[in-house]
């Protein structure tokens, strides 16, 4: 049985024209360089520079086979989220990328499982995308961790995420639209250290917000990059419910008590930052993830999980597929 990776992205190839199907707008567009090679644009600016990996089956099946993966689910890239676009706009940004994200994974709908995205701020307008694309052949959602100044403890968004619980989809949240400061312009510090407090505040904001006490266990969801900062600090976090409660919150529980509620990716890339995972929320919540293809994915795909010798067999046999089977109800 071979692995299956929770976490990968694709671009589609065929670039939508936005501006003519949906309204004038900041979208982001595709600067085509060569036959094989693309760049993402925000505005006049260079985003990402990619390859036929995010959009062409073959490219992915080929890698997929030389790691010894499965399954591939295949999310948006989190730049074509368009949160801060108007709904009625956000709403048909997501059913064109929806609907290619479903070419993308034609070739091979057996290994690629296409991840939708909706448009979040919209709560009525998010559950209609959600539904019409797992007609359509998604199997999963992947939203980012805030829409603008609310977190995943927004009304709107809690009555998504219990919209997906009663619907059995998957969720896989990804952090994105990271601070903004000079001070993160270098270095990739919007990456190397926004991101991961990103996904450690959404996992606050989850658990103190009260969203694991509304919600029912039922509900299925990930959160990527080994849930950025929040195993680290589980402890700082478990002393600051106890010494301030007039701060910190309407968790009904401490928030040790809500570590078996998600799951978490496994690219950390250091076996100790996967010990510390497995250690603080079980290996029953750890699930093989890459971020593939971008480059501060993991290649070959999973290489962590085979160096960390302290898993058992029958752990290692869950992060590589067992947990993802049951979170994708394959
Ligand atoms: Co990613």
């Known amino acids: 049985m071979g692995k299956i990776d929770v976490h990968t992205h694709f671009v589609p190839k065929g670039w939508p024209d936005l501006a003519a199907q949906v309204g004038p707008g900041p979208w982001p567009w595709l600067r085509v360089d060569s036959e094989r090679e693309a760049m993402i644009m925000v505005g006049s600016s260079e985003f990402r520079r990619i390859d036929p990996r995010c959009w062409e089956a073959e490219a992915r099946l080929a890698d997929m086979d030389a790691d010894g993966v499965d399954l591939q689910v295949v ?51 998010a559950c209609a995308e959600v539904d019409r694309a797992m007609a359509s052949g998604h199997v999963g959602v992947e939203i980012g961790n805030h829409v603008g100044d609310r977190d995943l403890d927004h009304e709107g968004i809690v009555t998504f995420l219990q919209h997906c619980a009663d619907r059995g989809i998957p ?94 990716d496994s690219v950390v890339f250091d076996p100790a930052a996967l010990r510390l995972l497995v250690d603080t929320l079980g290996a029953e919540q750890v699930m093989l993830g890459s971020d593939y293809p971008y480059p501060l994915g993991e290649r070959p795909v999973g290489a962590v999980v085979e160096r960390a010798d302290f898993l058992t067999h029958a752990q290692k046999t869950a992060i590589r597929h067992g947990n993802a089977r049951r979170f994708l109800a394959l």
Not at 100 to 117: G, I, K
Not at 182 to 193: G, Y
Not at 229 to 251: C, K, M, T, Y
Request: with cysteine; aromatic share 12%.
């Open 75 to 125: 999310s948006p890239t989190p730049v074509f989220f368009s949160y801060e676009a108007g709904p009625r706009e956000a709403a048909k940004v997501a059913r064109i990328f929806n609907d290619l994200a479903l070419e993308v994974c034609s070739p091979a709908r057996d290994r690629l499982l296409p991840f939708a995205q909706v448009p979040l701020q919209d709560t009525d307008a």
């Open 171 to 264: 969720v896989l949240v990804h952090p994105w639209d990271m601070p903004d400061s000079p001070r993160l312009d270098r270095w990739m510090a919007r990456w190397l250290t926004g991101m991961p407090a990103e996904t450690h505040l959404s996992i606050i904001a989850m658990i103190l917000g009260g969203v694991f006490d509304r919600v029912p266990p039922s509900l299925r969801i990930c959160f990527a990059h080994g849930g950025g900062s929040f195993a680290f600090w589980l402890g700082r976090f478990e002393n600051a419910w106890h010494q301030r409660p007039d701060l910190i919150g309407v968790s009904e529980r401490p928030p040790s008590a809500y570590v078996d509620r998600f799951s978490v």
